[in-house]
């Protein structure tokens, strides 16, 4: 539970002192953005279409969050969705709402843009 509450702690002063551009950065590891892919792709019925526009949106995505925040609100994204105290942590952390916002805003971006 602490070694959570560090983890958000370290992500708000991610949040904050993020003066860099996400566009400015080409942080994404090559293994993030296949398996962002291929998740999107099994979303969205595995064809042609599909690859072009989950390419297309995880591009979209890095291009507004570089990719130690990516990481940081998938995680957040993750272990909110757990039952108990540790989803409960997550759900009433303003850090943590914070973070699935902003993941939120990159992804309906990527929504409008690519699909």
Do not use: H, W
Not at 81 to 93: D, E, F, S, W
């Amino acid at each position: 539970m602490r070694r959570l509450a560090e983890f958000l702690i370290l992500a708000q002063l991610s949040l904050a002192g993020g003066s860099a551009k996400a566009a400015d950065l080409n942080d994404y590891p090559t293994a993030a953005r296949a398996d962002y892919v291929f998740g999107c792709m099994k979303a969205n019925g595995d064809t042609r279409l599909s690859l072009d526009q989950c390419a297309c949106s995880i591009d979209v995505i890095a291009t507004i969050l570089p990719y130690e925040r990516y990481v940081a609100a998938e995680t957040v994204a993750s272990v909110n969705q757990q039952a108990g105290q540790v989803g409960a942590l997550m759900r009433n952390t303003d850090a943590a709402r914070d973070m699935l916002q902003e993941l939120r805003r990159a992804q309906a971006e990527a929504q409008v843009r690519c699909f």
